[in-house]
């Protein structure tokens, strides 16, 4: 299982921007998102699923994964740091990590 987070390390203030957490299962329990502060939620959590299963001269590979996306606002100019989430997934407690937290300069 792999997770991910990602958003833009600078955004324009005033302008929208996407924060996403992408997990790879579909056996998510639970999920908690990070206090966000700074930002003003547009919308979110939004949460989708995509699966694929690939054949390959017999052999096949099935992915799933589910993203959870937020649309947010930088309130005013500054540096913010966005920290991770944390989601039930397959039985574990598992947290998101940016690269240490996210800071983002709006």
Do not use: C, W
């Amino acid at each position: 299982m792999t997770f991910t987070a990602s958003a833009p390390d600078v955004v324009v203030s005033g302008d929208q921007f996407r924060l996403t957490y992408t997990v790879n299962t579909h056996k998510v329990r639970d999920f908690r998102a990070p206090n966000i502060k700074g930002f003003d939620v547009l919308m979110g959590p939004s949460r989708s699923q995509q699966s694929s299963t690939q054949i390959i001269n017999g052999n096949v590979t099935s992915t799933s994964s589910i993203t959870f996306t937020y649309i947010l606002m930088a309130d005013k100019e500054g540096t913010y740091t966005i920290p991770g989430a944390t989601i039930v997934a397959d039985g574990q407690k598992q947290n998101f990590k940016f690269r240490t937290n996210q800071s983002i300069t709006a």
